[in-house]
C-alpha cells in the first residue's frame, strides 16, 4: 500500500478523506501532548526558533511518501490553523487497531482518538513515536501557509495571518 510506514507489526496510513470511524466498543485515546512526548526522546533534530509542528509535517511527508493528503507546497484553512491529520493504524493482518488524528500548530501538536479495544492507547503512542523517531533527520521539503479561520479578532478581518510550517532542506519554517 502506497503511503504506508510501519513500526514493528503495526502499519500506519493517513486517511486524506477524514472519515469518520471509531470502533463499537474501543477505548478512548485522549488528547496528548506529542512535543513532550518527541522531545524527550532526545532523537530530533535541532529545530531553531521553528516549532516542532514543522518537524512532524516534514517527518510525516517522508513516511507517508508525501501521502497526507494535500500537497508539500499548500494553502490550508482550519479553525485553529495548522495541519489535521487523521490516521488509521492496522496489523500485518490489516486488522484496524486505532483511529486517530493528529493537530499540529505552531503553538502545540495534539494526538487524540480511538484504540480497540485490544490494543492499548499507551501502546499505540510507544509504537507511534518510535515509528517518527527512527530516522528522524529522514524529511522531505515541504511548506504550508496555515491560516485560521475562527482568529480571535474575527471582527478585525475575516481570516488570521498565515502561519507557516515545513522544513526548506536546510532550515525548519515557523
Given amino acids: ?3 504506508v510506514f510501519w513500526q514493528n507489526d503495526v ?5 486524506p478523506q477524514m472519515m469518520a470511524s471509531s470502533f463499537p466498543d474501543g477505548v478512548r485515546i485522549e ?4 512535543d513532550a512526548l518527541l522531545n524527550e526522546t532526545g532523537k530530533l533534530p535541532q529545530l531553531g526558533t521553528a516549532p516542532l509542528a ?3 509535517l516534514a517527518r510525516m511527508m517522508c513516511l507517508t511518501n508525501e501521502r497526507l493528503g494535500f500537497e508539500t507546497h499548500a494553502k490550508l484553512y482550519h479553525d485553529g490553523g495548522g495541519f489535521y491529520l487523521n490516521i488509521v493504524a492496522f496489523s500485518r493482518e490489516l486488522k484496524p487497531l486505532a483511529f486517530f488524528n493528529i493537530h499540529g ?3 502545540a501538536c495534539s494526538l487524540w482518538g480511538q484504540c480497540d479495544r485490544d490494543f492499548s492507547p499507551s501502546n499505540l503512542l510507544q509504537i ?4 517518527l523517531v527512527a530516522n528522524a533527520d529522514a524529511l522531505v ?5 496555515c491560516y485560521d479561520t475562527d482568529p480571535p479578532d474575527l471582527d478585525k478581518r475575516r481570516i488570521g495571518k498565515p502561519m507557516v510550517l515545513g522544513w526548506d532542506g536546510e532550515a525548519f519554517l515557523g
Avoid: H, K, N, Y
Avoid at 11 to 15: I, K, L, S
Avoid at 141 to 145: A, D, I, P, Y
Fill in 11 to 15: 502499519g500506519f496510513v493517513v486517511d
Fill in 1 to 3: 500500500m502506497d503511503g
Fill in 54 to 56: 514543522s518537524w512532524l
Fill in 31 to 34: 488528547p496528548t501532548p506529542l
Fill in 128 to 131: 507511534f513515536i518510535a515509528a
Fill in 105 to 107: 500548530t505552531p503553538s
Fill in 141 to 145: 521539503e515541504c511548506r504550508l501557509q
